[in-house]
């Protein structure tokens, strides 16, 4: 019998875990050109006038499709009805900043995440996030110029709001998050689901912006207090990362950046393939020049260079027999990714995965992922610490 050898698309599906994506594999539709109306419990409004403190403008063009994240794997499926979405909250008043457009008019961009899978990760992504980085965090907040106007977050690649439902309800004080996000489903989604209070019960209120965000002037975040991100660093290259860190310190502004890959698995029990799959799926992660692995590191020098004081904290998924279906559609991912760098792998990945989502359907797996968290604090100026 003659041997073919399996592409992922056909080991995805003997794995019964549809299209292994290159990582993370957003769905397929394209995003829609205009932004009209939001709802919220079910009454359709102009614009993001059902969001509190959201702002509205003229439709703009959507920006283009902006990078995959290596970190995260596709959910299955799409939305159960598609065209009954009403995208996003609204684009920022005025002309679209062309400082929050990436890589504008490049044909390759891929599409957008499934919020699917957005929603599928937030739990494991709370449980992840070092709490012990809010504790040096907070006192810079507080002794901010203009703090009695409130705490103003910018949340770049938002996806689902997930950063502003962990972090938000932590801080004490009147916040004002902006979202920034290629995808108007996702700020929409981000939008209606933002909460409503801070820690003291003081409002938080939200403003959408479209476009991804990993070149930024200190003009784009003028006023804020804080930026925010998660699962982005290792998406970026470094120019883009020295971009970041530049417009956080001409802004004057601290960094929190989340849950970025740090190149180390671990999966018991353990397979003697798990050393070679997690390589190439490294080396996928580099590819066209992203930072993949060693985003945080880079990340850590750029913030440093530019005087800030830097932590970083580990930020480790931790999946049991209770994260079943995230596991699942993680080893999916993790493998495909593998497999689309290194194609000679395919036979034996197949055989290695459908094992590795039986013993996880048995409970009898566990993995952690490993991550990192980065907070960057400017120096202080005007004598506020």
């Not at 499934?114 to 809010?134: H, K, N, S, V």
């Not at 820690?199 to 003028?222: I, K, Q, Y």
């Not at 080893?331 to 197949?350: C, F, K, N, S």
């Not at 991550?371 to 004598?383: C, E, I, N, Q, V």
Request: proline residues 10%; contains cysteine.
């Amino acid at each position: 019998m003659r041997r073919t050898t399996a592409t992922p698309a056909d080991l995805a599906r003997r794995a019964g875990g549809g299209r292994v994506p290159a990582q993370p594999g957003p769905r397929d539709a394209e995003t829609p050109t205009e932004v009209d109306a939001v709802t919220q419990g079910g009454r359709t409004g102009p614009g993001p006038s059902a969001v509190p403190g959201a702002r509205t403008g003229p439709g703009t063009p959507a920006a283009p499709a902006g990078r995959t994240d290596p970190g995260t794997a596709a959910a299955p499926g799409r939305p159960a009805d598609q065209g009954s979405v009403i995208p996003g909250a609204g684009p920022v008043a005025g002309p679209e900043r062309p400082t929050v457009r990436l890589r504008e008019g490049d044909p390759d961009e891929p599409p957008r995440y499934a919020p699917e899978w957005l929603r599928l990760r937030e739990g494991a992504d709370a449980c992840a996030r070092a709490l012990g980085l809010l504790d040096p965090l907070r006192p810079r907040l507080a002794g901010r110029p203009g703090r009695s106007g409130g705490t103003v977050v910018h949340d770049l690649g938002c996806g689902t709001g997930s950063m502003g439902r962990w972090l938000a309800p932590r801080l004490a004080g009147a916040q004002h998050w902006v979202l920034h996000d290629r995808d108007p489903y996702l700020l929409h989604f981000a939008a209606v689901a933002s909460p409503r209070a801070a820690a003291d019960g003081s409002p938080v209120t939200v403003e959408t912006r479209r476009g991804d965000v990993a070149r930024l002037t200190p003009d784009a975040l003028a006023g804020a207090s804080l930026v925010t991100a998660s699962a982005l660093l290792d998406v970026l290259t470094r120019a883009e990362v020295e971009t970041l860190a530049d417009a956080c310190a001409g802004a004057g502004c601290p960094a929190l950046l989340t849950l970025s890959v740090a190149g180390r698995v671990e999966l018991t029990p353990a397979d003697p393939l798990d050393e070679e799959i997690a390589a190439a799926f490294d080396a996928h992660q580099r590819r066209d020049g992203l930072l993949g692995p060693d985003a945080v590191t880079v990340a850590a020098e750029a913030f440093a260079d530019r005087g800030a004081t830097v932590e970083i904290q580990p930020s480790p998924w931790r999946l049991g027999p209770d994260e079943a279906a995230l596991t699942a559609q993680w080893l999916r991912g993790w493998v495909g990714a593998a497999v689309e760098q290194r194609p000679e792998l395919a036979d034996r990945a197949e055989r290695y995965l459908a094992a590795r989502l039986a013993a996880c359907a048995a409970g009898d797996l566990h993995v952690t992922v490993h991550h990192s968290d980065l907070l960057a604090l400017p120096r202080p100026t005007g004598g506020h610490r």
